[in-house]
C-alpha cells in the first residue's frame, strides 16, 4: 500500500508542479471586446512565448526571474503587463494601431501571353484577344495578331494545262 501512495504522488508530482509554474490568460481586441486568435504572448528579454488559441486564450511557462509579459498582435498596440501574482489569470486588452481604408485589388488578364514553360516559342491567345477585331468571322480575328499567318483558300481548283 505504501508503494502505491508513493508512485501515485510521484507520478502527478509533474502535473502539479508544472500546472504551477504556469501563467494564463486572455487577449481581447479593444473595441469588440472579441477574443484574438493568434496573438504572440512573450516574455521580456527571453525566447520563452507562446501564440493565444481560438479563444483568445494563452498558457506560458513561467519562472521566478520573468516579470515583463509582452502581448503584441500585428495591426494593434503592443501591451506590456507587469505579472506581480503569476495564480491570477491575465485579460490583456489590446487596441487598434489606426483603421484603414478599403483596399481594392484590380488585375487584367491579359489577352495574349506566351509561354517560357515549353521549348517551343508558344504564345496563348484567350478569347477576348479573338473578340477585339472580329468582324465577320473567326479567320479575321487572326488578321490582327502578327504570330498567326492566315491563308484563304479558293474553293475552285484548276489544274494548270500541260
Excluded: H
Aim: include cysteine; charge should be negative; hydrophobic fraction near 40%.
Amino acid at each position: 500500500m505504501k508503494n502505491i501512495i508513493i508512485t501515485l504522488v510521484i507520478s502527478f508530482l509533474p502535473i502539479l508542479t508544472f500546472s504551477q509554474n504556469q501563467v494564463e490568460g486572455v487577449v481581447y481586441e479593444g473595441e469588440t471586446n472579441k477574443p484574438l486568435l493568434g496573438a504572440n504572448v512573450y516574455w521580456l528579454d527571453t525566447e520563452v512565448g507562446v501564440v493565444t488559441d481560438f479563444d483568445g486564450k494563452f498558457s506560458i511557462p513561467y519562472k521566478k526571474s520573468y516579470k515583463k509579459l509582452i502581448v503584441s498582435y500585428v495591426g494593434f498596440t503592443s501591451d506590456t503587463l507587469d505579472v506581480v501574482n503569476p495564480t491570477k489569470k491575465l485579460k490583456a486588452t489590446l487596441s487598434p494601431k489606426s483603421s484603414l481604408d478599403e483596399v481594392k485589388l484590380v488585375a487584367r488578364k491579359k489577352a495574349t501571353s506566351r509561354s517560357y514553360i515549353e521549348a517551343q516559342n508558344v504564345i496563348n491567345v484567350s478569347s477576348d484577344e479573338l473578340l477585339k477585331a472580329a468582324c465577320c468571322n473567326l479567320a479575321e480575328s487572326f488578321e490582327t495578331n502578327p504570330s498567326i499567318d492566315v491563308n484563304f483558300a479558293d474553293a475552285i481548283f484548276l489544274e494548270p494545262d500541260r
